[in-house]
């Protein structure tokens, strides 16, 4: 299993563009999450899903959008891209939601210009 | 709203020795608490899930204990060695898929060969 897979590793974008952050679990996890970490705020949510074709907003979910039309993905979308959201972003799967043991992502390091 | 705390926040200590990295969080009310390693640049390494039936769980050379009463949790690195200078952090799980887990700010730990 290559477990959580997150591409790309490293990503510069200028005010205003858009991207799509990839995430994709091969364990046939329900459970999938993003967060962002950024220095002195430790890691927050921002968006998760509980299964395919449903998704649900975290703590900071404002200029992100998520999707999942598949179990296995959990593409992370930036609308309008602003330097607010220069960060680290990770993506997470578990087997469920409540109880069970959370898989990170290597993470995508994303400046914003 | 859950608040995890970790103390202390950077610890620098010659190999060979026993140590203890604290973990305090403000809602009992949690269904698990988790571990993970983080090394520089890189994603998250799960340690130890511990649920909130659960005292403590063990792994090789880490111990991770739970009183949810007293809102705390430790990490016990046994004959520490270079190879564990990382930051560790903890996530309490506090339920429902909203709120995701709630991370401490990490402990960074510097193991002095």
């Known amino acids: 299993n290559a477990g959580v897979t997150q591409t790309p590793k490293f990503q510069v974008l200028k005010t205003g563009q858009s991207m799509t952050l990839q995430c994709a679990q091969d364990m046939n996890h329900e459970y999938m999450s993003w967060y962002r970490q950024d220095p002195g705020m430790g890691l927050r949510l921002i968006h998760y899903s509980v299964g395919a074709g449903i998704t649900d907003q975290g703590e900071v979910p404002n200029g992100y959008n998520v999707s999942r039309s598949t179990t296995e993905d959990f593409p992370l979308r930036l609308l309008s891209a602003a330097p607010s959201q220069t960060s680290v972003y990770f993506c997470a799967s578990s087997l469920g939601v409540l109880g069970y043991e959370q898989y990170f992502g290597p993470g995508t390091r994303l400046t914003v210009t | ?113």
């Open chain 2, 1 to 113: 709203k859950q608040e995890v705390t970790q103390i202390p926040a950077a610890l620098s200590v010659p190999e060979g020795e026993n140590l203890v990295l604290n973990c305090s969080f403000t809602d009992s009310a949690i269904y698990n608490l988790q571990w993970f390693r983080q090394d520089p640049g890189k994603g998250l390494t799960s340690l130890l899930l511990i649920q909130s039936s659960q005292r403590e769980q063990t792994s090789g050379r880490l111990n991770a204990s739970l009183d949810k009463s007293s809102g705390r949790s430790t990490l016990y690195i046994a004959a520490s060695q270079p190879g564990d200078s990382a930051t560790y952090l903890c996530a309490a799980h506090s339920g429902g898929g909203a709120d995701g887990l709630t991370f401490g700010k990490g402990t960074h730990l510097i193991i002095q060969p």
